[in-house]
């Protein structure tokens, strides 16, 4: 049995299909194992449901437990959860996959209730680890897999029984092998996603875009390697995407079974490809869809007004872009790559305008080596973006390194920055709110570094009490009004400081902020 676990990562009632661990469950399905999920945004106590599920097999059977992780309240649960696996069941091996173990892979195993990682790519990986445990076999030939080898254990898997022994770790005698990474599995020779599995009924929500809108994944990778970006170690700049044809099958199949009329997709980068996504769109025309999707400014500037006009007609209604930042320095600082520019971005805003799409973007302040002036001159360019696009959804976040080469994390090491060296202290309050950039920490903004934070929220609470999103169905027209009319001595005079009123009114008319509950 392998129990696949999504840990808590979202606020009730807006939870996503489990869409990398579905992935590894159909070809698990494909090959005939035996496999269950458990959703913690779902499940209350998913250290409970886990525990109960596995102490039900007979310990001759095989057993596993594989966690997706990705920093911030996943990790915080899946270190909890996965303590109380160990403690209850030292037996079973569990491997993590994800953003963060990717990244991360000797700090994940330098911990005594986790035995390996898997890096990258999982669905061939989590397949061939599971043939090497079950029935023995060189762990070294695993792609991908991290493990801990000690004294007491050579590279081969298994014991008596052909089982992995969860023993080796609580070994202090052993170092981590990091396997090098295989080649990535082509999207569409893998297997459609179980939906018949799951209970599709706690994973379609009511939103901006539709009444039943779904979470899908047509992509892996991405091409670029900004120095901020969790994607690079993911996908070593490759770009994977399945073809038109099986997106639209995918995309009838949810339509015509489950009702779907709206559809978020979670790629890393969707529109990498202009053939692909004009097919596409071409496809899915008289479905019925709206649609989401994210993708980089400077390849969505170079898209032809046919192709806007045919997403356009094919239901596409938001676009989030990582505009990152109002300057052309602070995009080089960041690796952007490719043709990016902060005049760019004020042209898609002016585009998606001229066909009714809702753009979204991000922007990520407090940059080294001067905050201050970075969180000054993008309050400045975000409001230009504001006169020509009032509709633009904007998100902000405050700068967390990555351990990925480059100008932006070199200097946040000659600040004094540097990661934890335990999953315990990844997992503390304080850690958990820095990896959602949002906590502090941050050497190069101490002293400042908590006014700067504070301006932000500030900044926040003005620019979405007088342009409120356009994605709050709650809203009435007075309501928008009545925030309009609070905010806008604020935004004329650009007096951000303490807007207590503001909150106060927040109070009374709950409007929804982007950048901290999305729509």
């Not at 690079?232 to 489950?258: C, D, G, I, K």
């Not at 967390?400 to 932006?408: I, K, M």
Request: net charge positive; charged share 20%.
């Amino acid at each position: 049995m392998i129990l696949l676990y999504n840990p808590l990562s979202t606020t009730p009632g807006k939870q996503p299909l489990p869409l990398s661990l579905m992935a590894l469950a159909a070809v698990l399905e494909t090959r005939g194992e035996a496999w269950a999920l458990v959703d913690g945004n779902v499940v209350p106590d998913p250290g409970a449901e886990i525990v109960a599920r596995l102490s039900a097999l007979p310990r001759s059977r095989f057993a596993m437990l594989a966690v997706t992780v990705m920093p911030g309240p996943q990790l915080t649960q899946a270190v909890a959860v996965c303590r109380r696996v160990r403690e209850a069941l030292p037996h079973v091996s569990i491997v993590w996959g994800g953003y963060f173990p990717t990244q991360h892979a000797d700090t994940v195993l330098r911990s005594p209730y986790d035995d390996f990682v898997i890096r990258s790519q999982g669905e061939r990986a989590l397949l061939q680890l599971v043939d090497v445990l079950r029935s023995g076999g060189l762990l070294n030939s695993v792609g991908g897999l991290s493990w801990k080898a000690g004294s007491a254990e050579s590279s081969g898997a298994g014991r008596a029984g052909g089982f992995w022994s969860a023993s080796l770790s609580g070994e202090r005698n052993h170092h981590v092998v990091n396997n090098p990474v295989q080649p990535l599995t082509t999207l569409d020779d893998l297997p459609d996603l179980p939906y018949h599995r799951v209970d599709m009924r706690r994973y379609l929500h009511k939103n901006y875009l539709g009444h039943r809108t779904v979470a899908h994944n047509s992509s892996f990778g991405c091409p670029f390697a900004c120095n901020f970006c969790a994607v690079v170690a993911m996908s070593n700049r490759r770009w994977l995407a399945q073809s038109p044809a099986r997106m639209e099958r995918v995309m009838r199949h949810l339509v015509t079974t489950y009702g779907v009329d709206a559809v978020q997709m979670h790629d890393m980068d969707f529109f990498i490809s202009e053939a692909r996504t004009e097919e596409f769109a071409r496809r899915i025309h008289g479905l019925g869809l709206r649609w989401w999707a994210l993708g980089r400014v400077d390849t969505l500037m170079q898209y032809s007004d046919a192709t806007w006009g045919q997403m356009a007609r094919a239901g596409l209604a938001m676009v989030f872009s990582g505009a990152e930042s109002g300057t052309d320095e602070g995009l080089a600082r960041m690796n952007k790559g490719g043709r990016a520019s902060a005049a760019l971005t004020l042209e898609l805003a002016r585009r998606m305008r001229d066909y009714g799409i809702v753009p979204e973007f991000s922007f990520v302040l407090g940059c080294p080596p001067d905050p201050e002036q970075d969180v000054a001159t993008t309050f400045e360019f975000i409001r230009r973006i504001k006169r020509i696009n009032p509709s633009t959804e904007i998100v902000l976040y405050t700068y967390t390194p990555v351990p990925l080469d480059g100008r932006l994390y070199a200097e946040a090491q000659r600040l004094g920055f540097a990661f934890p060296e335990t999953l315990d202290e990844w997992a503390s309050p304080e850690w958990e709110q820095l990896s959602m950039r949002r906590g502090d920490g941050i050497p190069w903004m101490e002293g400042t570094g908590a006014d700067i934070r504070r301006r932000i929220r500030n900044f926040e609470r003005v620019i979405n009490a007088y342009y409120p999103t356009v994605t709050d169905a709650r809203l009435t027209r007075w309501h928008r009004a009545a925030l309009k009319a609070a905010s806008a001595w604020r935004y004329a005079l650009k007096w951000y400081h303490a807007p207590y009123e503001l909150r106060a009114l927040h109070r009374l008319i709950p409007y929804q902020r982007p950048e901290t509950t999305g729509f």
